[in-house]
């Protein structure tokens, strides 16, 4: 199994999508993807600039990188290109899951669970 993170900030509809994603990413540079993430998640309410360089802080980033990364043309390019990539995926909206490049529509416990079973019963050599 693998899990792949993408960013597909919904600019539209939340004015801080695409600093939340970029602040995401800059926090990957440093390794720090997932502690960032949950970060975020926890403080939805709260994702202003001025709170997103405390929490990059509360992280224990070292923050005068993270801001310059946060602000470079490459976080931005690399949020533009994964959303490029959601958008050939047909995906429009976040979260989407696929299994083996199948969308999951059910995406209850079941739903995974037989979407994978189905996968794998196809796959030859393979048992479910």
Known sequence: MKLVYKQFPLTAIHDNAMNVAKAAIAADRQRKFWEMHDILY???GEL??????????????????W????????????VVQEMRDGHA???????????????VGD?????FKAMIERTLRAQPGKEG
């Open 48 to 65: 202003g600039i001025d709170r997103l360089t405390e929490y990059a802080g509360k992280i224990g980033l070292d923050v005068p990188h």
């Open 89 to 103: 995926a047909d995906v429009d909206a976040t979260r989407t899951f696929f299994v083996n490049g199948g969308r």
């Open 107 to 111: 995406r209850s416990f079941d739903g």
């Open 42 to 44: 926890r403080n939805q």
């Open 67 to 78: 801001v310059k990364d946060f602000s470079s043309a490459a976080v931005q390019e690399q």
